[in-house]
Every structure is written in C-alpha cells, then in structure tokens.
Nanobody, 121 residues
Framework: QVQLVESGGGLVQAGGSLRLSCAAS????????MGWYRQAPGKQRELVAS???????NYADSVKGRFTISRDYAKTTVYLQMNSLKPEDTAVYYC???????????????WGQGTQVTVSS
C-alpha cells in the first residue's frame, strides 16, 4: 500500500507565498519521479511541476520563475515553494508519484488526496 500525504495549502493574498509538502510512504521499491498537478473549478487537471530521480525539473509556463519544486535527501518527500501567487493559481493541488512497489511491479501513478490553495485578490 502506497500513500501520498499532502500538506501546506491554505488561503493567501495575491503576491504571497505558500509551501506545499507531499510525503510518500508504504511499500515503495523505487520512485521515478514526483510532481504537482492542479485542478481549478471547471478546468482540466494540469501539470504544475515535476522532478525526476536525477533532479531534472519541469515547470508549466504559467509558474516558471515563481514556483520551485524540490525534494528531500531520501527522495520520498517533494516540496513546492510557491511565490508571487496570483488569483489564477487558485486550485486544488495534487501530489503525484510515478513509482514501483516491487522489483517486478511496473511503475504506476499514485495520487494524493489534494490540498486547496486559494489566492485572494
């Protein structure tokens, strides 16, 4: 059983900052990549940022220069530092991990429960 537990969402004024955390736990053999997605009301879920085992990062154009993804030494916790937040960043943010739970198990996507980020103007 694999669990992704997110924390750090909340309400912030435009221009403010928030830091999201996501900890992966359970029967994890290897993690290939972790990332953050978001879904605003009436919109599709979209990639915000991702990071691989080699620490290669990828960002949505809308957050480049404002958001930073990182992870801890054990590489089981991923963070998203969000600065200069805008009202259009308001969404439910979901943690994602592409991982294997066993040597012979193919990698699969796992998701957290989501955390609400609301940016007021």
């Amino acid at each position: 059983q694999v669990q992704l537990v997110e924390s750090g969402g909340g309400l912030v004024q435009a221009g403010g900052s928030l830091r999201l955390s996501c900890a992966a736990s359970g029967s994890i053999f290897s993690i290939n990549a972790m990332g953050w997605y978001r879904q605003a009301p009436g919109k599709q879920r979209e990639l915000v940022a991702s990071i691989t085992t080699s620490d290669s990062t990828n960002y949505a154009d809308s957050v480049k220069g404002r958001f930073t993804i990182s992870r801890d030494y054990a590489k089981t916790t991923v963070y998203l530092q969000m600065n200069s937040l805008k009202p259009e960043d308001t969404a439910v943010y979901y943690c994602n991990a592409h991982l294997s739970y066993g040597y012979y198990a193919p990698p699969a996507d796992y998701w957290g429960q989501g955390t609400q980020v609301t940016v007021s103007s």
